[in-house]
């Protein structure tokens, strides 16, 4: 789920509940994330793509093209659900 503007409600939910799984909100841009849950295993995950960062935490330029950020997709345990209003997709394998 990348929400195309997110009101002030919606990006702080989606910062809380992705915070509360541990996951950094600080890579996770709320524009072009394929934010998702998906079952793997009989586990939970939320998938999405984050930016690379350096090892002082710079986001990278994409080295296929460099007008852009770095970004990789990314995996973490669902442990806490989002808010039912939030229509965080959920994919069923």
Known sequence: MALARPTEEER???CEW???NGIDIHTVPLYDSD???TEQDG???IR???YVLSDDGQK???PQDESKAWMRE???H???DPPAWLNVPKVRP
């Open 12 to 14: 702080l939910a989606l």
């Open 18 to 20: 992705m915070t509360a």
């Open 35 to 37: 934010l998702r849950i």
């Open 43 to 45: 586990h939970r995950l």
């Open 48 to 50: 999405y793509t984050e």
């Open 60 to 62: 990278q330029v994409d």
């Open 74 to 76: 990314s995996s973490a």
């Open 78 to 80: 669902c442990i806490v």
